[in-house]
């Protein structure tokens, strides 16, 4: 099993930024891929950026530029910097994390909300 507690969601101006973290625990050295996804109301669940455990990244077009998925191995943890929100990053985000044996855990969501 592995637990994934995400921290760092709120409340920000367009063009502002925010930086979400996401630590695993449990069986960490099964995981291979860790990432986000985020759902606005009405919508389905959509990715945003995954990165592999040597570094490759994937973006959604949409957020190209403005966000960047980081990872720190050693402390089992993901990070997504998101710089010059728009209204339209309104969503829960949510921490992903797939094992090697394509076994996928999800956090429990962090609000993101953008005002205009």
């Known amino acids: 099993q592995v637990q994934l507690v995400e921290s760092g969601g709120g409340l920000v101006q367009a063009g502002g930024s925010l930086r979400l973290s996401c630590a695993a625990s449990?069986?960490?050295?099964?995981?291979?891929?860790m990432g986000w996804y985020r759902q606005a109301p009405g919508k389905q669940r959509d990715l945003v950026a995954t990165?592999?455990?040597?570094?490759?990244?994937n973006y959604a077009d949409s957020v190209k530029g403005r966000f960047t998925i980081s990872r720190d191995n050693a402390e089992n943890t993901v990070y997504l910097q998101m710089n010059s929100l728009k209204t339209e990053d309104t969503a829960v985000y949510y921490c992903y994390a797939r094992t090697s044996t394509f076994l996928e855990y999800w956090g429990q969501g962090s609000q993101v909300t953008v005002s205009s």
């Open positions: 449990g069986r960490i050295a099964s995981i291979n891929v």
């Open positions: 990165i592999t455990s040597g570094g490759r990244t």
